[in-house]
């Protein structure tokens, strides 16, 4: 009999890369700007006594306070484990292993391959235009047999906005071929470019959402899906039984009260705040080649001996991430917008490179 038990695993797991998620790829830092999380913890506690039985599905309460937040119906919501899980539930309902392909279009967010390959999907990538468009001829010449596309707008790393001309035109080249899907996991920071409005006008639009950004709650891992209810009731049929646990539920459904979301947009203007001030210091620095515009709470920025910096800034404990391995971001780096005084020390350690 075999010991080999990698032997025994799928030939496309074993190949698997896995995403290197900022908790992964480690660090021993106390400024920690490479997973865009909001840096101060929230005042939520727990107020549900009931572990002793199992959670609703899809708890009634989170569900309505998200409608009536992201203003759709109820029935228009699914809540899941991050939106990460949400992007697998929808391969794994529409998309038919060794047949359908998933599309997307880099750089942009690393789980949609990730999650293609473990399900044994075929991906297909079509690079963004330099300005980080859609590139539609050549997204329109790849569509033969593709299920679902996956656009991230605003783009992570790359922090832009997807025209939403484009948008329309990709709607209107995959309507009744495949689901577009609206990865909207920093729109908070720009509200006014949602797609949520546009889902009774398209009936194969799909759009992600999260409470780990702007709400603060990257620990909860609670994501939502927004569809027509039709989408929403094939991913009912292949999500899990008990995807929010009761701890989840009831934080979540305080994060999504009046106070809560309060609470979240005094956030999201903090940050923003954050953000323009650092935008303003960073071209002033010797090092730097190029910030790029962002409507998120990261900049994207380029650097000179980007390698050397982020390591420099690493072992000064000033945690960022580094994206030199994605397509067009040579030189680039991701800063996550902390406090002030974490952007502060930002600043000052690389204001120290630039005279070294």
């Known amino acids: 009999m075999s010991t080999d038990i990698e032997a025994l695993a799928r030939a496309n797991v074993r190949a698997l890369t896995p995403y290197m998620s900022a908790r992964r790829l480690g660090g021993n830092g106390d400024v920690w700007l490479n997973a865009n999380e909001y840096p101060l913890p929230v005042p939520f506690t727990l107020s549900q006594q009931t572990l002793n039985r199992y959670p609703e599905c899809q708890p009634g309460e989170v569900i309505e306070r998200y409608a009536a937040y992201a203003g759709v119906m109820p029935e228009q919501v699914l809540v899941s484990r991050g939106a990460d899980e949400g992007i697998e539930l929808l391969m794994r309902a529409f998309c038919e292993p060794g047949k359908d ?18 399900i044994g999907i075929e991906y297909r990538t079509v690079a963004a235009l330099p300005d980080w468009q859609l590139n539609l001829p050549a997204i329109a010449e790849q569509l033969d047999g593709v299920k679902v596309v996956y656009m991230c707008s605003p783009n992570n790393p790359t922090g832009n906005l997807i025209k939403q001309e484009d948008i329309r035109t990709l709607l209107a080249m995959t309507a009744g071929k495949a689901l577009v899907v609206a990865d909207e996991a920093y729109i908070e920071f720009c509200p006014q470019a949602t797609l949520a409005g546009w889902l009774q006008e398209f009936p194969h639009l799909v759009i992600l959402r999260t409470l780990s950004k702007a709400f603060a709650l990257a620990g909860l891992r609670c994501g939502f899906t927004l569809a027509n209810k039709p989408v929403i009731d094939l991913l009912m049929k292949v999500i899990a039984p008990y995807p929010l646990a009761t701890p989840v539920a009831d934080v979540a459904a305080q994060a999504l009260s009046d106070d809560g979301i309060a609470l979240m947009r005094q956030h999201v203007a903090e940050l923003n705040d954050n953000r323009a001030w650092l935008m303003a210091q960073l071209p002033q620095l010797a090092v730097t080649e190029q910030v790029f515009p962002s409507e998120t709470n990261y900049i994207l920025v ?3 001996h980007s390698a050397t910096i982020f390591k420099s800034l690493w072992d000064q404990g000033i945690i960022l991430r580094d994206q030199n391995k994605n397509p067009g971001l040579a030189g680039c780096l991701r800063i996550s917008i902390g406090t002030r005084t974490e952007c502060e020390r930002l600043i000052a350690a690389l204001q120290a490179l630039c005279v070294e």
Do not use: D
């Open 101 to 118: 392909a998933i599309l997307f279009c880099p750089p942009t967010y690393g789980m949609y391959s990730v999650s293609a390959e473990t």
């Open 302 to 304: 380029r650097f000179t």
